[in-house]
Nanobody
Framework: QVQLVESGGGLVQAGGSLRLSCAAS????????MGWYRQAPGKQRELVAT???????RYDDSVKGRFTISRDNGKSTVLLQMNSLKPEDTGVYYC??????????????WGQGTQVTVSS
């Protein structure tokens, strides 16, 4: 059994900062890419940022220069530092990880989501 547990969401004023954290636990052989997605009310879930096991990162254009994704492989944790937050960043943020539970079994796992609300 694998779990992704997120923390760090909340309410912040525009221009403020938040840091999201996601820890993977359970029967894990290895973790490939990890990332963050978000879903605003009435919209589809969208990619925010991803990071590979070697540290290569990718960001949605809307967050480039404001958000930073990082990971601690030793702790199976991925972080998202969000600065200069805007009201349009509001949504439920989901952690995602591509995890091998055995040498031959790999699948995507999702966290339960954490709410981020940015007031204007």
């Amino acid at each position: 059994q694998v779990q992704l547990v997120e923390s760090g969401g909340g309410l912040v004023q525009a221009g403020g900062s938040l840091r999201l954290s996601c820890a993977a636990s359970g029967s894990i052989f290895s973790i490939n890419a990890m990332g963050w997605y978000r879903q605003a009310p009435g919209k589809q879930r969208e990619l925010v940022a991803t990071i590979t096991s070697s540290g290569s990162t990718r960001y949605d254009d809307s967050v480039k220069g404001r958000f930073t994704i990082s990971r601690d492989n030793g702790k199976s944790t991925v972080l998202l530092q969000m600065n200069s937050l805007k009201p349009e960043d509001t949504g439920v943020y989901y952690c995602n990880a591509r995890i091998r539970t055995t040498v031959s079994v790999e699948r995507n796992y999702w966290g339960q989501g954490t709410q981020v609300t940015v007031s204007s």
